[in-house]
Each structure stands twice: as C-alpha cells, then as structure tokens.
C-alpha cells in the first residue's frame, strides 16, 4: 500500500509511519514541517519505506508541492490519514482572528487541500480510505472544555465534512471514516491540558488507527467513531 501520515514528526503521527513501515510491502508518505524530526523518524524505522516531505500544511501553496513530491515516487494512494492539527488554548474571549485562522487552516483547510489533491491519485480499482483524525472535542455531545473553543470547533467542521465526502464520492470507491480521539498521551495533550496523564500512549492509539486504515472502510463509510476510554 502507498500511505500518506500527515503531522508525521510527533506524537500518533509518528508512531503510525513506524506501524505502517513494519510491513516492507508499504510505502510510506511521512508529511510534516519540521524536516529534523521526519529524518530521525526515518532512520528509527526497519524498512527503507519511508519517504519524508518538509510541509507547512498551513500555507495556502504547500499541497502543490506535496502532490508534486508525491507523484515522484509513486503513481496512485490507496490510504491518507489526515493526522496533522494545530491547537489554540485560550478563553473565548481572546481569541483573535490569527489564532481561529491558525487552528482552521491546519485542521480543516488544509485537510480540504489535501484531499481534493490526492483524490485524482486514489486507487479506484482497490478501495482506498481516508481517515480524518478529529477529537473527543469536536464529537456531538461530549463534554467541552473551557478555552478550546477554537480547536473542538474546528475537529467537528472535520466530521462533518468526513460525512459530506463519504456521500460525494461513495461510487468512486473511495470510503472517507473519522477518528474521534479522546485523551492520549502526546505533546498536543499537554498543550490542552499540563501535566494530565492520559490512560493511553501514543503506541497504543497507533496500533488501533493503524489496523482501521487498513481494515475498516472494509465495513464502513462516512462514520464518525468515538475512541475514548470514558463516555461522552
């Protein structure tokens, strides 16, 4: 399979290019824009199946460049994992224009960009899957938290659009699934909430992602799936 990670130098991200890379048949798309941490994820993996593209997501330009990077190795996808977000903590009340623009562009623009430039590239002929990574935040009926407005808004924008795409393109072949995450234990965590300890690693939510991406648009489409060890 050709698979594209996106906010591939931390966190799941990270610990999903190595999932993906254990299997030498793969080739795997690392995307993020610090350069330094994709080369150490590469040299941290078995397989020489990584390729790593520097990519500012929230710049407007940056998929062409990606598309392009992308179509030097390879000619169809079969699986994107829209994992790269951005987080803005703050009361409601502080929130300016950059920080929503900030948090929108990575979360939900750029997720747009991507998708509408991998698309021509998806493999009608296997069915391909995207999977949008949102949150517990922006899940309908869960519990909010003060000072995340921005960021809870912005992961439900993402589910809905996962539901719209689903519908749009389900004769194409193509399944669009939502992950919503509850608390895990990464660097973006720690920006919500310091010094909470969450009741799962990094490692374990890559394992359960990992295998969706590749098994479950086998079963569903258009779904948003809550993944937290407590109700909403």
Partial sequence: MNIVVTGASRGIGYELVKQFSSNASNTVFAVSRNLEKLEQLKKECENKNVVVIACDLSKPDAIGHLISQLKRHIVTIHAVINNAGAIVNKPFLEITSID??????????????LIQGVLPMMDEKEKSHIVNISSMGGFQGSVKFAGLSAYSSSKAALACLTECLAEEFKNKNIAFNCLALGAVQTEMLNEAFPGYKAPISAVEMSLYIADFVINGHKVMNGKIIPLSSTNP
Avoid: T
Wanted: avoid cysteine.
């Fill in 100 to 113: 929503l623009e900030k948090v929108y562009n990575v979360n939900v623009f750029s997720v747009v960009r």
